[in-house]
């Protein structure tokens, strides 16, 4: 298969690594993208895939909870440029989704554009967002939504950067109070720091864990190509345990941690310890502006150069 230059730019943006390497990668595997990353972090040309899915688009997040904390939902709604996502006009329309979220009963984004408005009978949802569109003249998105809900304890809410980014935590407890309250909002922020994939390691997929031990596993070989079976396993246990306590929440280290080495688990357990309650952090869910969402990068130069031309 031909290596082009355009594939070597995206193994190149996706990895960091340089780009004789990514060609050399490309090149040893057929030109499959996912191989060459394996084959780069393998030899040592880069520690870890860049994730190519933070990129930011504007817009807004909210989430919402119930007065009595039983229920929450968060939304995501994109714009053009950050001038309309400070306008008051969008914030309003993207309060609204919230709220309509909050109710829906739609298992999916589909659903939940062609279900009515609640703002105005006649409307869909679908039919509220190309309304908002006329007006504020630049094109928007309600991208997602997600809901939340526990019986048995609360839920949490933490918004940064002005809705930039939301966490929802749900916490299941038997016993309510201020300092519960507390440890759910500094779990919450976290999350939206730290950026977690998982709340615990249990869920964690064991597709996932085998797949990155054999990719370890060779990087290990190449690291210490003299070493022995024990060694190179030991290696790999070290490096995915590492993993494993960056992206499972409850693995963390707490960022207020004193010592600089309590988990976020433990600080739960501690907690849960002097207020005299049973506490368990069920999940959470984090929405960030734009995530995933590759961002049209405008040259103003080529741009004016183009109009002249034109």
């Not at 860049?50 to 709604?77: F, H, M, P, Q, T």
């Amino acid at each position: 298969m031909a290596i082009t230059a355009a594939m070597v730019k995206e193994l190149r943006e996706q990895s960091g690594a340089g780009m004789m390497d990514c060609k050399k990668a490309l090149t040893a595997t057929d030109g499959d993208m996912e191989k060459a990353i394996d084959y780069l972090r393998e030899n040592g040309m880069v520690k870890a895939a860049k994730k190519a899915d933070r990129i930011a688009a504007e817009g807004l997040c909210e989430g919402l909870v119930s007065e009595d904390g039983k229920k929450a939902a968060v939304v995501e709604v994109n714009s053009e440029t950050d001038f309309v996502a400070k306008n008051d006009l969008f914030k309003g329309f993207v309060h609204q989704v919230a709220q309509q979220a909050m109710d829906t009963e739609a298992a999916d984004l589909d659903a939940f554009m062609a279900e009515p408005w609640k703002f105005e009978e006649g409307k869909t949802v679908s039919d509220a967002l190309v309304a908002e569109i006329a007006v504020i003249s630049e094109n928007l998105k309600i991208r997602r939504f997600a809901k939340m809900s526990e019986e048995n304890g609360f839920i949490t809410a933490y918004t940064h950067a002005g809705g930039k980014i939301v966490v929802l935590v749900d916490v299941e407890t038997d016993v309510v109070n201020d300092a519960i309250v507390e440890m759910a909002k500094n779990v919450a922020m976290q999350a939206a720091a730290m950026r977690p994939k998982y709340n615990t390691r249990a869920e964690v997929g064991q597709d996932y864990i085998e797949k990155e031990k054999e990719v370890l596993l060779a990087a290990a070989k190449n690291e210490k190509p003299g070493a022995n079976e024990k060694i190179w396993n030991g290696m790999v246990m070290g490096r995915i345990n590492k993993e494993l306590a960056d992206i499972c929440l409850q693995d963390q280290v707490y960022v207020k941690a004193e010592d600089g080495k309590q988990t976020v688990g433990k600080y739960i357990a501690e907690v849960a310890k002097a207020n005299g309650a049973n506490i368990s952090v069920k999940g959470f869910i984090r929405f960030e502006t734009g995530e995933g969402i590759e961002k049209k990068v405008e040259n103003f130069a080529e741009e004016v150069a183009a109009q002249r031309k034109g």
